[in-house]
């Protein structure tokens, strides 16, 4: 019933009504668009995956990568000597499957598309959603496209520049004995990769989900101050859903910016929610 509900709002005027199975053929094109979308940036990330590999997929691998200089740059510049410079690591790969590095060409190419083309693929989904809403409702909602983006590439530079490299750092740095050397697979590292970045991307949406969620009236500040403990938990899952390994360096550096962004969502709802009591003590006088 919600679904019917939801399409028989999405009409241009009180007079102009779609049928059910128009509905679900413009949602068809949407989602055409998008793939397509999707495709041309994957084809363009498959004609230069070498050098995608090299510069952007091994970044976070390379002892002079961004990060790392900064970080050493940061502890000069607090009067902390060498603390926070990280140690060059010797990093490499294998590849012991003879397809592994073909198909991982194709993961590359289409996760780089996706990342390109998010923007385009938001926008299309909110052509679709757009019409079921109200004067008001698009008025709270105003600028969501940009948002919603800028999150997005956030969480993945997040991801990329800072939960990369630590664990990368890590793991090779860690060692129960000087007989055990690491060399993981390169499928390994760039299913963690994706993790860390996409994964992250999608979880960053957060605030803004909370407070287009406040706006319209479904949720409140004070819900959720006062599930507050019930959202510890479920940020802890979302955080060994993204980090496959599940050991407790990894999680503590998601679970951290996870809380974070939930605090800065309560912050967010509970102004929405005074705003609009002002609304509407204003509306009673």
Known sequence: MALLDFFNRRKKDAAAEMSFIDHLEQLRWHLVRSVIAVLIGAIVIFIYVSDVVDKIILGPAHPDFVTYGLLCKAGHYLHLGESLCIANVKVSFLSNAMTEQFMSS?????????IIAFPYVFWEFWKFVKPALNEKELKRTRGVIFWVSFLFFLGVAFGYYVLTPFMVNFYFSYSLSPMIEIKPTFGDYLENLIYTTVGIGVLFQMPLLVMVLAKIGIITGSFLKKYRRHAIVIILIAAAIITPSTDPFS????????YLLFEASI????????????????EWS
Do not use: N
Request: aromatic share 10%; no cysteine.
């Open 251 to 258: 999680l503590t550096l998601v679970t951290i910016p996870l």
């Open 267 to 282: 912050v967010l709802a509970s102004r929405v929610e005074k705003e609009r009591k002002k609304d509407e003590e204003k």
């Open 106 to 114: 194709f993961t590359i190419a289409f996760v780089g598309g996706f």
